[in-house]
């Protein structure tokens, strides 16, 4: 089935770098890709949805400076989280559109990438 | 917010025993779907209900949906402690999709 594979799965990093996520889709086209954000036993935000080869649409409230996505090709998106502070600290998802077998779109996701800002 | 809404926020339930949860939701759908998610990890999708379909099964699972009441429940039967995980409901909404504030199930041995 189809598999997206998120590196890295847990980094920590001092306030002020910046930090990169990548999601690829493995045996799929992910033409379109969610980035969502999870805070501790809570629900996924949607954050942006990337198109391959246009900008990112950022869901209203997330900053486009602060989390950038580049979406270059139908198997690789990333996302970098610019100048990083401990109110960054999350655990990001990113999720591809496919196809079920009935023809309707689901999502696959990866393992989740927890951010941690000292 | 275009979020939905689940209930129970959380459920304890002892091995074997049914567990019954409910999402429901503010716009018009396309489908949609029910989720699991582990501790720290990703999501795992589990059964997809279209708009115009009431009940589907997908072995220990039974989803069913009322587009009237913007409803859906997710019926997980004879659970199991490998069951203990939260369990989010996503509607597509038109290549957009969003969850609901989740069910954390708890499974006791």
């Known amino acids: 089935g189809a598999v997206v594979s998120q590196h890295p799965s847990w980094v920590i990093c001092k306030s002020g770098t910046s930090v990169k996520i990548e999601c690829r889709s493995l045996?799929?086209?992910?033409?379109?890709m969610f980035w969502y954000r999870q805070f501790p036993k809570q629900s996924l935000m949607l954050m942006a949805t990337?198109?391959?080869?246009?900008?990112?649409?950022?869901e209203q409230g997330v900053e486009k400076d602060k989390f950038l996505i580049n979406h270059a090709s139908l198997t690789l998106s990333t996302l970098t989280v610019t100048s990083a502070h401990p109110e960054d600290s999350s655990f990001y998802i990113c999720s591809g559109v496919g196809r079920a077998r009935s023809g309707a779109n689901v999502l696959t996701f990866g393992a989740g990438s927890r951010l941690t800002v000292l | 917010s275009q979020q939905g809404e689940e209930d129970p926020q959380a459920l304890s339930i002892q091995e074997g025993e049914n567990a019954t949860m409910n999402c429901s939701y503010k716009t018009s759908i396309n489908n949609l779907q029910w989720y699991r998610q582990n501790s720290g990890r990703g999501l795992v999708h589990l059964i997809l209900i279209r708009s115009n379909e009431r009940e589907k099964h997908s072995g220990r699972l039974r989803v069913t949906l009322d587009t009237s009441k913007k409803s859906s429940s997710l019926l997980i039967t004879a659970s199991r402690a490998a069951d203990t995980a939260s369990y989010f409901c996503?509607?597509?909404?038109?290549?957009?999709?969003?969850f609901g504030t989740g069910t954390s199930l708890t499974v006791i041995p």
């Open positions: 045996d799929f086209q992910a033409t379109t």
């Open positions: 996503a509607t597509d909404a038109g290549n957009q999709f969003y």
């Open positions: 990337s198109n391959e080869g246009s900008k990112a649409t950022y």
